[in-house]
């Protein structure tokens, strides 16, 4: 049972018409059991191997349903915990009786004319101690229903349950202890779903929460525990059924009764490992389909720069194209500096190209060479903005990883931190190394800051603050892509007026070079 802060747990909210469909069902069965006593039909009444229904416990039934229907309705709450608190303490009283000996005067209070009928050896009309029990519970449920804190609303449906189990379990051995000796067999089944009702009815329920979820946990919940709670004490049950009539001896009823239970539960635990198997293998596919959907975000920004960056030299050298024709005799000037302006488009070719990279195998990356990169497909933009983007290093450091992935992790960062800023600021991209084994970026910005509202659902995919430019898939990428990498992400925002800015901070395992193999690599 988890603590009392389970309740910030995302809950579903109570099903309405199975509250009122189940409280309505307990109403009319407590009806049904008064009605056996006044017309004296001892089928109602619970009339079943020396037991009966006391009329105090049809009418807390009664009350129990009456309850939980009222407060389904805002100008109910009141009287219908009231009605609760009313359960608990005539519960209450009839467990002191048991515990004390005492006698209260309240056993016979109720449909006092027909308790002659009783032929119980406890005194006349006075309920078990176990339902008893089950009844405060159930009035402290009832009495605080609309609690935000889960943790003693599922402790007491849970407790009305168990007694219900229970109860259960010593009608189908004949074990009389276990129904207190006097707990009738419509009682245990009314409190079961009662205690069904506790749990469908709560404001907020752990128990619920988990029976319902989708997650993993709610699926295994669902499948392993019907085995547990029926198929196994019905085998049980069968075993003793078939020895009692001298079916089977003791010794294989035994072997039986194990290998039963062996291959049911392997037969249910296949089929939950199938499941979970086929979720995961979704969950890999949507979360692949939203890296690849990020990266075609992440193309078409890069496109954008591109296209801006090779504008202006394209244009430079079709002008010296047609300047070259226009005047042979300086052809050869206007041709060279056709040649220089050309290569300038080749090299932003180049830079575009490290987006692309690696995508097949890891390889030794060197981070100053990609952010360097980086930084030149976003100076244009940064540039108008009046943004100046800078970048600190004091060496070469390297980490073993796939180069696309890396460029990815970076333009994506960059490219937050230069929207994050409206007009003129500093985006500074500093690379450090600690412990000689971990590499960190750390990507700072001055601008407007992530509200702490905000900050807890940055990672979580299509969330975003930019609806115009924005996909919400970015950061939820670079998680994702830093963790692959055996990395970690660390992101710390201020929001003040004078002291504002975010700063993400990406920590890699760090790759170990050889000089030769250094220079070779940047040459790359």
């Not at 078990?128 to 402290?140: D, E, K, N, R």
């Not at 919940?221 to 009692?244: C, E, F, I, K, T």
């Not at 609806?467 to 992400?489: H, M």
Request: charged share 15%.
């Amino acid at each position: 049972m988890p603590s009392d802060s389970s309740h910030n747990l995302e809950s579903r909210a109570p099903d309405r018409r199975l509250v009122g469909l189940l409280a309505s069902l307990i109403v009319l069965s407590g009806l049904l059991i008064i009605a056996g006593w006044v017309f004296r039909v001892p089928l109602l009444r619970g009339d079943y191997r020396g037991t009966l229904v006391a009329p105090n416990t049809a009418l807390l039934f009664c009350l129990t349903g009456i309850s939980t229907l009222l407060q389904m309705h805002s100008r109910g709450r009141i009287p219908g915990r009231a009605l609760g608190a009313f359960v608990a303490v005539f519960g209450a009283a009839i467990f002191v009786q048991h515990v004390t000996g005492a006698d209260f005067g309240i056993d016979d209070i109720f449909l006092w004319s027909r308790l002659s009928d009783w032929y119980l050896p406890n005194p006349a009309g006075r309920v078990s101690a176990s339902t008893s029990l089950a009844f405060v519970l159930t009035g402290i449920h009832l009495a605080f229903q609309r609690t935000q804190r889960p943790l003693p609303l599922d402790i007491s449906a849970g407790g009305v349950l168990t007694v219900a189990y229970v109860a259960l379990l010593g009608y189908l051995y004949g074990v009389q202890p276990f129904y207190g000796y006097l707990m009738a067999l419509p009682t245990a089944l009314l409190l079961l779903l009662t205690g069904v009702l506790l749990v469908a009815a709560a404001d907020h329920s752990w128990l619920r929460l988990m029976l319902t979820s989708s997650e993993a946990g709610g699926m295994v919940l669902r499948r392993l525990g019907p085995v547990a709670m029926l198929a196994l004490p019905l085998l049980g049950w069968l075993r003793l059924q078939l020895q009692n009539y001298g079916l089977v001896p003791l010794e294989f009823g035994t072997a039986l009764f194990v290998a039963a239970m062996v291959l049911l539960f392997t037969v249910v635990g296949l089929r939950t490992a199938a499941t979970l198997n086929r979720v995961d293998a979704q969950r890999k596919t949507a979360q692949a389909a939203l890296i690849r959907t990020e990266k075609l975000a992440a193309a078409g920004r890069l496109a954008a720069t591109v296209a801006h960056e090779i504008n202006n030299p394209l244009a430079a050298a079709l002008n010296s194209v047609y300047l070259a024709r226009s005047e042979p005799g300086s052809a050869q000037e206007y041709l060279q500096t056709a040649e220089r302006e050309l290569r300038r488009v080749a090299a932003v070719a180049r830079q575009s190209l490290g987006f692309y990279r690696g995508q097949g195998r890891p390889e030794v990356v060197l981070i100053r060479t990609v952010l360097t990169e980086v930084v030149a497909a976003f100076r244009a933009v940064a540039n108008a903005k009046g943004i100046h983007l800078t970048i600190e290093h004091s060496a070469e450091y390297a980490v073993f990883a796939e180069s696309g992935e890396m460029y990815q992790i970076f333009s994506n960062l960059i490219a937050n931190a230069v929207d994050a800023i409206q007009d003129g600021g500093n985006v500074t991209v500093a690379v450090y190394e600690h412990a000689d084994k971990f590499v960190t970026v750390k990507v700072e910005d001055d601008g407007c800051g992530i509200p702490e509202s905000v900050m807890e659902h940055v990672f979580e995919p299509f969330f975003t603050t930019k609806p115009i430019v924005g996909t919400g898939l970015g950061l939820f990428v670079v998680k994702d892509l830093v963790a692959k990498n055996k990395g970690s992400v660390n992101i710390q925002s201020k929001v003040g007026p004078e002291d504002h800015g975010t700063s993400v901070s990406v920590v890699l395992p760090a790759a170990i070079v050889e000089p030769a193999n250094r220079s070779q690599t940047a040459a790359t």
